[in-house]
């Protein structure tokens, strides 16, 4: 059985794969890749643009491992028709989105993106309202791994948890997990609103001036989900309006965000470079995830760990 890696696999991972039975592996650089190089394949390991015209014409390939969770970027709808299977990163990169997460609202209740900004202006300058996570409430849209993980970091200061999915099946450490269509009710009465949501058709512009409208006024928007969940607009008028206190932003559209955007001289802004999800660790825990479903597809013809669903689109 072929398998094609886009990713630059370590000796150790290598020996890894090459140690399944019947797998006959080959590694090529996503820049370098051809067509030709998927001539055969069954199995591969991470996406490439261009691959794509490759991929639907492929009458061996059967199933796609990506390394990231998101998988927007792919041709889903032709993937689906092809019968093709598409598992994805998710869960890979949580500590670290999680770990960011909490930096935000740390740093907003410490009024730290502010004092970054003294620092670089060399001002010894102290402001009024310090205050603390304890005891306040996070909202959580999407709760898949990265929301799990957080709400136990939230949990773990004293923090309230609400959580926000399709299904309303409790989670440990949400608090209270409640379906979307009630989000908009109750979300004025959270602190901090983040938004972990998938880019999906559905999930498009959800946090938009209606949304935002019904945030209090001391509460955060932090986006560590899709750029294009958000009305970017609709968020410059919430914050210049002062309808919410401040966001942070991991993901925007678009991206790179442009230089003349008035997000970046704001001060109850704080803007990251779609970096939560980097991590050193980060390739390390997407390779176990595909190993194990190598390995099971091996010796099962099925994959058990992070199997997208094409109709949502995660």
């Known amino acids: 059985m072929k398998v094609l890696s886009l990713v630059n696999l370590t000796r150790k991972q290598t020996e890894k794969i090459q140690s399944i039975s019947g797998v006959d592996l080959k590694v090529v ?28 014409k492929s009458d061996t390939l059967n199933w796609i491992q ?20 598409l598992t994805n990163g998710s869960g890979a990169n949580a500590i670290n989105i999680a770990e960011q997460t909490l930096a935000y609202m ?13 620092q670089d202006a060399k001002e ?12 306040k409430t996070v909202m959580i849209v999407g709760v898949g791994h990265i929301g799990k993980l957080l709400a136990k970091y939230a949990k773990a200061l004293g923090m309230k948890t609400i959580g926000v999915r399709r299904s309303d099946e409790a989670v440990e450490n949400i608090d209270e997990m409640i379906p979307m269509s009630e989000m908009k009710s109750r979300i004025s009465e959270v602190h ?7 880019g999906t058709d559905e999930t498009t512009g959800l946090f938009n001036q209606e949304m935002f ?3 209090s006024k001391k509460a955060y928007y932090i986006n560590i989900g899709r750029g294009k969940t958000t009305e970017m607009d609709d968020l410059i008028s919430a914050l210049r309006n002062q309808d919410i206190a401040g966001s942070a932003l991991d993901v925007t559209t678009p991206e790179p965000l442009p230089s ?9 802004v704080i803007i990251t470079p779609h970096d939560a999800g980097d991590s050193v660790n980060y390739e390390d825990r997407a390779f176990d995830i595909f190993k194990r479903n190598l390995k099971s597809y091996v010796e099962n013809g099925e994959v058990v760990k992070n199997v997208v669903n094409y109709e949502t689109g995660y």
């Open 192 to 198: 901090f609103v983040v938004n972990a949501l998938p």
């Open 106 to 118: 740390l740093m907003f209740v410490r009024k730290m993106n502010l004092t970054t900004r003294y």
């Open 124 to 135: 010894w300058k102290h402001e009024d309202g310090y205050d603390e996570v304890y005891d």
């Open 66 to 85: 990506v390394i990231r969770a998101g998988v927007d970027a792919l041709p889903l709808r032709e993937l689906d028709d092809k019968g093709v299977i």
């Open 260 to 268: 003349d955007s008035p997000l970046w001289d704001m001060e109850n």
């Open 29 to 56: 650089s996503p820049k370098k890749v051809t067509a030709k190089d998927l001539d055969g394949v069954e199995v591969l390991y991470d996406w490439s643009s261009n691959l794509k015209d490759a991929v639907l």
């Open 213 to 215: 409208s019904e945030m």
